[in-house]
Nanobody, 116 residues
Framework: QERLVESGGGLVEAGGSLRLSCAAS????????MGWYRQAPGRQREWVAS???????NYADSVKGRFTISRDNNKPSIFLQMSALKPEDTAVYYC??????????WGQGTQVTVSS
């Protein structure tokens, strides 16, 4: 069973930065897509960013130019560098892995709170 453990969330002022990390227990060879979702209270869960095994990266329009997704294939881990944070970025952020075979895995989530 794949286990995803996020870390790095916290409280930051608007305009500040945070770096989220996600450590995976599985093998990178079995991962098709790794990414990040977020969910704010009372709002639908939304996709934030993703990176494929081949290195293709995509971002939601709301975070383009501010967030950067990256990975370490050796651990394996993925990261989300969040800059120029806005209050509307406040949410629980979830790490995800889409395996080549099988259903999506979710981390437990890490809270990001951006104060105005």
């Amino acid at each position: 069973q794949e286990r995803l453990v996020e870390s790095g969330g916290g409280l930051v002022e608007a305009g500040g930065s945070l770096r989220l990390s996600c450590a995976a227990s599985g093998s990178i060879e079995s991962f098709a897509i790794m990414g990040w979702y977020r969910q704010a209270p009372g709002r639908q869960r939304e996709w934030v960013a993703s990176i494929t095994r081949g290195g293709t990266i995509n971002y939601a329009d709301s975070v383009k130019g501010r967030f950067t997704i990256s990975r370490d294939n050796n651990k394996p881990s993925i990261f989300l560098q969040m800059s120029a944070l806005k209050p509307e970025d406040t949410a629980v952020y979830y790490c995800t892995v889409d395996p080549i075979q099988g259903r999506r895995y979710w981390g437990q989530g890490t809270q990001v709170t951006v104060s105005s």
